[in-house]
C-alpha cells in the first residue's frame, strides 16, 4: 500500500486532533457533513418526502424468507453498493449461509421497501463462529504488533477509499443523510487509524521490589475471544470502536450487528478481509434471533470478554448472563443528555451546539442532546433561534441531495417519539416548531423545539431518540446542576458559558462521564469514550481503549 499524502483533517466526524491523516475521499467539502458549521447553517425548503407518499402497511419489520420481488431501489448506484456486499455470515474465513439457508429482509426506513436479505444465524452459526474465534486466537496473539497495526492501517486508508461506497449502504439501511453517512465512516475509519497505533505501544514494566530482593515483572496479554454486539445507529463506527483495539491487542472476536442495519458491518468485514485481516479472526453473525444467538456464545467459558452498544435495559441483561461465567465487559449504553446554557453564555455557539448535539444523526444518537436546562434569562432567545434553525431544515430520504433529516429507524421509533411529545404538550409544553409525522411513506419525524415543558413530562426523563428538543429553565447554577444529574444515566452533558470558574466547576459536579464544554459533540477516537451510573462501564478510544481487551499479568521474580 502507498504511503498516505499529508492530509489534512477532514470534516464530518472527524476530529480535532492535529496528528490526523485523512484520505481524501474522507475529507471533501461536505455541505450536509455533521459538523456544527454545517447543522448550524439555516436551510431553507420545505420537507422533500419520498414520492411515493402511500401510506405503507404497518408491516414487521423482519420478515424471513420474503420474495425479493418488488424491491426497488431508485438508481443503479443504489443497487450496485447493495449487491456488492456479501449477505452471508462470516465464520473461519468462509462466507456461508446460515444453518437452514434462513434469511431475513433489509429495508430502507426512508420508503419501507426492501434492500435485499441477509443470512439468519441460528445458535448453531453462533457456536460455529465462536469456535472459529478460539480456534484463531493463538496465532493472532502471537502475530506480531508490526502486522496487526499495519492491517489496521491499511483498512483505515481502505475506509476512506471506499467512503462513497459505504456511506450510500449506510444511508440505504439507516436513513441519515448520506453526508452524515460520510461523516461516520471518517470517524469509523479514525478508530483503525488510532489503534494502529495503539497495537504498538501494548507494554509492560519491571522494577525492583521495595525488599530490594525480588523483581516485579508486569506484562499485559491479550483478553482472548471476545463477542460484540453492536446497534444499528451508527453501524460502522461502533463496530471499528471494538474490532480496532480487539485486532490491536491481539484478540479475536464474534461480531452480530444489529438487525436494521446487517450490511454495514458486512461491509466493513469484507474491508477487513481484503486488507489482509486472517481468517478466524472477526466472524459476523447476522441474526434477528439476538438473545438465542447471543445466549450460547455468552455461556460459553472459552469466551473471555463482552462489549456491548445498545440500551441499558437490553444492557443489564446482558451483564446478568454475563455473571455466569464471570466475563469481563464492557456496556456502552443509554444516555439522557443534559444541555446546559447559562447566562453569560455565547448564544450563537450554544445554538450551534445544540443543533449539532441535538440533530447529528436525527437525533438518534446516545449521546443526543435529550433535554436542554436554559437560564430563564435567555430561554426564549435559544428557544425562538433553535426552533428557526430546526424548523428550517430539509426532511427526505437521505440520499436525496440537500436533505438534513432522514427518517427514523422504523415505526416503533417513530411511535415512541410522537407518544413523548404529545405527552410533554399535555401536559402544558408549548410546540414551537415540528411536532408531527410528515404524511406519506417511511418513518420521518419533524424536527421539534417545545418550551415550558414541565419536570413530569416522559421527555425530559426518557431517550428520545429522535429529532426533539425540549427546553426547560432554571434560575442558578445549583438548580441547573441538580436538575442535569437527575437521571439514572451518565453518558454525557453539554455546558455553554463564558466564565471558566463555573465551567470547571460545573464540569466537577455533572455526574457524566464526559462533557461538551462550549461545543456540541465529544467523539473523538483518541478520547476515552463512555458513561458512568446506567450509562455503562469501560471506555472505547483513547488511552484507555486498549485496556479493555488486555490481562496484567504479574511475576515475581526471585533473583
Ligand atoms: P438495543 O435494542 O439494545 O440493541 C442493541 C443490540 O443488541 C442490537 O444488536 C440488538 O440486536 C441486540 N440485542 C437486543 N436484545 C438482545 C438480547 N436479548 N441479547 C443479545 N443481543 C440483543 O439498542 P438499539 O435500539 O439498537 O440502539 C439504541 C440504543 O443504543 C440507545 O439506548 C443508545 O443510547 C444506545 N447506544 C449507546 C452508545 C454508547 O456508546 N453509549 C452508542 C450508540 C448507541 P437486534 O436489534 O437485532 O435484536
Known amino acids: 500500500m502507498m504511503a498516505p499524502e499529508r492530509w489534512e483533517v477532514g470534516g464530518g466526524y472527524a476530529e480535532d486532533s492535529d496528528a490526523h491523516v485523512t484520505p481524501p475521499s474522507l475529507r471533501e467539502p461536505d455541505p450536509g457533513s455533521t459538523d456544527a458549521s454545517i447543522l448550524a447553517r439555516p436551510v431553507q ?9 402511500a401510506a405503507r402497511p404497518a408491516s414487521p419489520r423482519v420478515r424471513r424468507r420474503t420474495r425479493l420481488e418488488g424491491r426497488r431501489m431508485s438508481s443503479p448506484e443504489e443497487r450496485k453498493v447493495v449487491e456488492a456486499v456479501p449477505k452471508q455470515l462470516l465464520i473461519g474465513g468462509e ?3 446460515a444453518t437452514g439457508a434462513a434469511t431475513f429482509v433489509v429495508e430502507d426506513p426512508a420508503t419501507g421497501e426492501t434492500l435485499c436479505e441477509v443470512a439468519d444465524a441460528t445458535p448453531d452459526d453462533a457456536r460455529a463462529a465462536l469456535d472459529a474465534a478460539v480456534a484463531a486466537q493463538a496465532d493472532w496473539a502471537a502475530t506480531p504488533p508490526n502486522d496487526r497495526s499495519e492491517i489496521l492501517h491499511r483498512a483505515f486508508l481502505a475506509l476512506g477509499e471506499q467512503a462513497d461506497d459505504l456511506a450510500l449502504l449506510m444511508t440505504l439501511e439507516m436513513g441519515k443523510a448520506v453526508a452524515e453517512s460520510k461523516g461516520e465512516i471518517a470517524y469509523a475509519a479514525e478508530f483503525f487509524r488510532w489503534f494502529s497505533g495503539e497495537a504498538l505501544r501494548v507494554d509492560g514494566y519491571f522494577k525492583t521490589a521495595g525488599n530490594g530482593q525480588s523483581r516485579v515483572l508486569v506484562m499485559r496479554q491479550p483478553v482472548g475471544p471476545c463477542y460484540f454486539i453492536t446497534p444499528w445507529n451508527f453501524p460502522n463506527a461502533m463496530g471499528t470502536r471494538k474490532i480496532g483495539p480487539a485486532i490491536a491487542a491481539g484478540c479475536t472476536m464474534v461480531v452480530k450487528p444489529a438487525h436494521q442495519t446487517p450490511l454495514s458491518m458486512l461491509a466493513l468485514a469484507k474491508v477487513l478481509e481484503e486488507c489482509g485481516l486472517p481468517p478466524g479472526v472477526l466472524n459476523v453473525v447476522t441474526s434477528t434471533s439476538s438473545g438465542d444467538v447471543s445466549a450460547p456464545i455468552i455461556a460459553d467459558p472459552r469466551l473471555r470478554k463482552l462489549s456491548f452498544t445498545g440500551s441499558t435495559e437490553v444492557g443489564r441483561k446482558l451483564i446478568a448472563q454475563a455473571a455466569d461465567q464471570v466475563l469481563r465487559v464492557s456496556m456502552e449504553l443509554g444516555g439522557n443528555a443534559p444541555f446546559l446554557v447559562f447566562e453569560d453564555a ?3 455557539a450554544a445554538v450551534d451546539g445544540a443543533m449539532l448535539a441535538k440533530m447529528r444523526n436525527v437525533g438518534e444518537a446516545c449521546t443526543s442532546a435529550n433535554r436542554f436546562h436554559v437560564h430563564e434569562s435567555v430561554a426564549e432567545e435559544f428557544g425562538r433561534r433553535l426552533a428557526e434553525r430546526m424548523g428550517a431544515m430539509r426532511i427526505g430520504r437521505g440520499t436525496d441531495d440537500g436533505i438534513e433529516v432522514g427518517p427514523l429507524i422504523d415505526d416503533k421509533q417513530q411511535a415512541k417519539v410522537a407518544e413523548l411529545v404529545d405527552d410533554a404538550v399535555a401536559k402544558g409544553a408549548t410546540c414551537l416548531t415540528g411536532g408531527r409525522r410528515p404524511e406519506g411513506a417511511g418513518y420521518f419525524f419533524e424536527p ?3 418550551t415550558g415543558v414541565t419536570s413530569d413530562a416522559r421527555v425530559l426523563s426518557e431517550e428520545i431518540f429522535g429529532p426533539v428538543a425540549p427546553i426547560a429553565t ?3 447554577e445549583d438548580e441547573a446542576v441538580r436538575a442535569a444529574n437527575l437521571t439514572e444515566y451518565g453518558l454525557v452533558s453539554y455546558v455553554f458559558t463564558r466564565d471558566l470558574t463555573r465551567a470547571l466547576r460545573v464540569s466537577e459536579a455533572l455526574e457524566t462521564g464526559m462533557i461538551g464544554l462550549n461545543q456540541g459533540m465529544v467523539s473523538n477516537a483518541g478520547a476515552p469514550f463512555g458513561g458512568v451510573k446506567q450509562s455503562g462501564t469501560g471506555r472505547e478510544g483513547g488511552n484507555e481503549g486498549i ?12 533473583l
Open 45 to 53: 425548503g420545505q420537507p422533500v418526502l419520498p414520492a411515493d407518499a
Open 95 to 97: 462466507w456461508r449461509d
Open 346 to 348: 455565547d448564544l450563537d
Open 448 to 450: 421539534t423545539v417545545l
Open 474 to 476: 432554571f434560575r442558578t
Open 547 to 558: 485496556a479493555e481487551y488486555l490481562e496484567t499479568k504479574y511475576v515475581a521474580v526471585n
